[in-house]
């Protein structure tokens, strides 16, 4: 599993309100993920899925379709799934966005 990456105090203030918006994962469009941990009712060890990597190899219409119809399989034997997002993508587009609509004023 990928190190978790550590951000400062100040940026997660900056963007908590709108992180802590999101309020399930139908709200994420899926390359804003950057991978899932599966958590099983058998306490079997997690199991991971590296969205990323799988977006680099496909498209992301079937990288939907592929996440879906795997947790639709496994739905009966999973606990949790926790979605891990892609920080600094989603800050990169937030930023980007917010210059533009401020250029326009």
Same mark, same amino acid.
């Given at each position: 599993?990928? #190190?978790?990456?550590?951000?400062?105090?100040?940026?997660?203030?900056?963007?908590?309100?709108?992180?802590? !918006?999101?309020?399930?994962? /139908? /709200?994420?469009?899926?390359?804003?993920?950057? @991978?899932? &941990? =599966?958590? $099983?009712?058998?306490?079997?060890?997690? +199991?991971?899925?590296?969205?990323?990597?799988?977006?680099? #190899? !496909? #498209?992301?219409?079937? &990288?939907?379709?592929?996440?879906? +119809?795997?947790?639709?399989?496994? /739905?009966?034997?999973?606990?949790?799934?926790? $979605? @891990?997002?892609?920080?600094?993508?989603? &800050?990169?587009?937030? !930023? @980007?966005?917010?210059?533009?609509? =401020?250029? #326009?004023?």
């Amino acid at each position: 599993m990928p #190190k978790k990456p550590s951000f400062s105090k100040e940026f997660i203030e900056k963007w908590k309100p709108v992180l802590i !918006e999101i309020q399930t994962y /139908d /709200d994420i469009p899926i390359e804003y993920i950057e @991978h899932l &941990v =599966l958590f $099983f009712k058998d306490g079997r060890k997690p +199991a991971f899925i590296d969205i990323n990597a799988m977006l680099q #190899k !496909e #498209k992301t219409w079937k &990288v939907e379709k592929i996440i879906s +119809a795997q947790l639709e399989e496994i /739905d009966s034997i999973l606990e949790r799934v926790e $979605f @891990h997002l892609n920080i600094p993508k989603i &800050v990169e587009v937030i !930023e @980007h966005a917010t210059e533009d609509t =401020l250029k #326009k004023l």
